[in-house]
């Protein structure tokens, strides 16, 4: 049984080491600077329960023939180069290949869906934070093991994953979960317009009152389009909101395990921005937008904050406070 997984970066080395660890037939495809990286220090894995694994027989490839071996592909590039990795995979993968999307975002499963007809692909989804430390380290920041959606297809690989330390929870209806981890992810734009970590960030209520504005709106819209976002937390989504406008003391004493975060970690959209790549925001708070407009309704916060971080991404940035912010995005 060989796993590929294709977009070997931050998740993908964490998860794919990971599996390695485990003792999994693993090869990583990714870009030469994370080979290179790869092949001189081999990757080292920790995690917020302790855990730290060096894996030094990291099997690295560059090019998409090393995923045709494989039984199971996990798609780990970020949204908006899944279009190219789709076309890079129905290239060279035999028919029935099992592939599951690990992204962020709504329709990136359906999209590798539509350009890989002839194989299985499954949508996943990953609720933790891996902070990419350089040198080959990748560190697992907060709790959670791996979503997937349910299909005897998953069931031989269930004690491989189990075995990774990344158990795998499966889900009948796997759109709830996406659009519950959505709603966080609504925080990406917010972290990376603090230019703070996130537990700095969210131990702010300024920026807290930004996010719980982004999700209120989107928990509208999804009422109105018949979704129910799936509760991945203590709390029903409905509920976060509420907690995050709480004053800094209740919040920390109510939601401890919001903050329990590494302290260095950054969202995924902040290491984009950051690194002057394009982000994901179209496919996070652009997606609300693109829900909004379907209902022939508007979405105010969430288009703002896609139209700061294009901003952001074309010119000279700056660090907002949360005052600012806020006051940016009211409508
Ligand atoms: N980082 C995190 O903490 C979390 C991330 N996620 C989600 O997981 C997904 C992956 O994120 P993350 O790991 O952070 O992203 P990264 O950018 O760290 O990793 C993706 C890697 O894939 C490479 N890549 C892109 N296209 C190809 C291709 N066609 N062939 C081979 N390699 C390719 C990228 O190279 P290049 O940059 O050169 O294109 C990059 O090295 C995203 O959807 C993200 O939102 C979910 C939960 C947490
Ligand atoms: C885990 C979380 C919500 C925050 O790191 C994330 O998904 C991201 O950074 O994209």
Request: aromatic letters at 4%; hydrophobic letters at 45%; a neutral charge.
């Amino acid at each position: 049984m060989t796993i590929a997984v294709y977009g070997a970066g931050g998740i993908g080395c964490y998860v794919g080491g990971r599996l390695v660890a485990g003792g999994a037939d693993v090869v990583l495809v990714g870009r030469q600077r994370v080979a290179d990286e790869v092949a001189e220090h081999g990757l080292h894995l920790t995690d917020y329960r302790g855990a730290d694994l060096r894996v030094t027989d990291v099997r690295f490839e560059t090019i998409p023939a090393a995923a045709a071996e494989a039984d199971l592909v996990l798609v780990t590039v970020k949204s908006a180069a899944t279009d190219t990795a789709a076309a890079e995979l129905a290239e060279v993968l035999e028919p029935g290949t099992v592939v599951v999307s690990f992204q962020n975002g709504i329709r990136n499963g359906d999209l590798l869906r539509e350009r890989l007809p002839e194989q299985l692909v499954l949508t996943g989804m990953v609720p933790f934070n891996v902070l990419t430390k350089g040198g080959g380290a990748f560190h697992q920041g907060t709790e959670g093991g791996l979503d997937v959606q349910q299909h005897a297809a998953i069931a031989p690989y269930v004690e491989v994953f189990e075995r990774a330390g990344l158990p795998l929870t499966q889900h009948a209806d796997i759109l709830p979960v996406q659009w519950a981890k959505l709603l966080l992810n609504l925080n990406n734009p917010v972290n990376a317009l603090s230019d703070l970590p996130l537990r700095d960030q969210l131990s702010q209520r300024a920026y807290r009152r930004c996010l719980a504005a982004a999700q209120t709106e989107t928990l509208e819209l999804l009422a109105l389009q018949g979704i129910k976002p799936a509760q991945l937390m203590a709390l029903p989504p409905h509920r976060i909101p509420t907690v995050l406008r709480l004053p800094d003391l209740l919040f920390r004493r109510v939601a401890a395990k919001m903050l329990a975060i590494d302290p260095h970690a950054r969202s995924s959209l902040w290491e984009d921005l950051q690194a002057g790549r394009r982000t994901e925001i179209d496919y996070l708070n652009g997606e609300v937008v693109r829900l909004a407009e379907s209902l022939g309704r508007a979405a105010p916060v969430n288009s703002r904050l896609v139209a700061l971080i294009r901003q952001a991404q074309a010119g000279p940035r700056r660090a907002w406070t949360g005052e600012q912010l806020y006051r940016e995005l009211r409508p």
